[in-house]
């Protein structure tokens, strides 16, 4: 397979850790430490007495005659971490996870390795295992749940619209607080009707933005798509009849650094052109954010409005680091407009 031709480098990961952590005999004992040692398929059961290099060498044969076993690739990577091999085992999980991206074992695996040799003051490394490579299919969600773990307490959707985001990080996050911001004043009433049983939900009639006051909101044919921005001759020509019939309506806005009190872990932004106004607005509260999701713009969507790149370099000033890119829109000629975009909060994450 294809996949065997292209292994995972590991060799610029050295020089690119804060920590300068690399697979020292030290560093990979603490992770065959922690590894619970797991049976190999068809070869002898791990244990204190194993002969790694005899199994190693077993599993070797066998994936070289059949390269497509995602369970061999993890028990290999098993073996290397128990020989100090940090690095082999990396490519080994890594292997394993593109055969099968849900294989258990792998992921835990994949993780245990690396914030042991790359977790830096504690702080872990930001980790979803799972599908990789050219373009690989991954949930934002589902990366979010493996990254920010069991802890998370506080979210901030903004854009909520009709729910299905509330519902989604519901699902994943049972028991934080949601705060939903939906500046339109009927959508903001369906959210707390359709969420009537939800106690840890909080519906905020307003939109984020850079400072309070009144502004007026673009509704637009797609009430989806309504917008504090003049849309760009780019998108009227990408969505023509979504941005018929346009009305006006003066609606509430609100900083975050005011709406919402105390720690957030999650930030969601959904907001048509208004995701800068709403960062800014967060002030100094962003930097204790763990996680950021948001909507970005990969051309000029809204006229003067910021583009990804200009968010990037935002927030990569702000100690956020991209972690993946997602959902790519894509129109019927072919033109890419948007992306939702992961970013890990360095401060929190290594």
């Known amino acids: 397979m294809g996949a065997h031709t292209h292994p995972i480098e590991r060799s610029g990961a050295h020089s690119n850790s804060k920590s300068g952590a690399s697979t020292h005999t030290s560093d990979a004992k603490r992770a065959a430490a922690v590894a619970e040692p797991r049976k190999v398929s068809n070869a002898p059961a791990i244990s204190s007495e194993t002969d790694f290099d005899a199994v190693i060498a ?34 080994a999980f890594g292997e394993a996870l593109l055969l099968d991206p849900t294989h258990a074992d ?22 979803a295992p799972g599908s990789w490579g050219c373009n690989p299919g991954r949930n934002p969600i589902e ?3 493996a990254i920010l773990g069991a802890g998370v307490r506080v979210i901030v959707d903004g854009g909520s619209h009709k729910g299905d985001s509330v519902t989604r990080l519901r699902a994943a996050f049972p028991g934080a607080t949601i705060h939903a911001f939906e500046a339109l004043p009927e959508f903001a009433q369906g959210l707390r009707t359709r969420f009537a049983e939800d106690r840890g939900l909080v519906v905020h009639a307003a939109a ?11 509704i637009t044919g797609d009430a989806s798509l309504s917008t504090l921005h003049e849309p760009s001759a780019l998108e009227r020509r990408c969505r023509n009849t979504d941005h018929a019939g346009v009305a006006e309506q003066d609606v509430l806005a609100l900083p975050l650094r005011d709406a919402v009190q105390g720690g957030i872990d999650l930030l969601h932004l959904d907001l048509n ?32 409005g910021p583009v990804f790149s200009d968010l990037d370099v935002f927030l990569r000033a702000q100690g956020f680091r991209l972690f993946h890119l997602y959902n790519l829109w894509c129109h019927a000629d072919g ?16």
Request: hydrophobic share 40%.
């Open 58 to 91: 077993f599993l070797r044969a066998e994936l070289r005659a059949d390269p497509s076993s995602a369970t061999k690739w993890n028990d290999l990577g098993v073996c290397l971490v128990h020989k100090n091999d940090g690095d082999g085992a990396l490519i």
């Open 106 to 127: 792998a992921r835990a695996n994949l993780r245990l390795v690396l914030d042991t040799l790359y977790g830096n003051e504690g702080r872990p490394m930001p980790v």
């Open 143 to 145: 990366d979010l749940k």
């Open 208 to 218: 984020l933005a850079e400072e309070g006051g009144r502004l007026r909101m673009r």
């Open 273 to 304: 052109g208004g995701e800068a106004a709403a960062l800014l607005g967060a002030g100094e509260r962003l930097h204790g954010v763990r996680s950021l999701l948001v909507r970005v713009a990969l051309q000029e969507l809204h006229v003067g």
């Open 335 to 350: 033109q890419v407009t948007s992306a939702a975009a992961l970013y890990t909060n360095e401060r929190h994450f290594s």
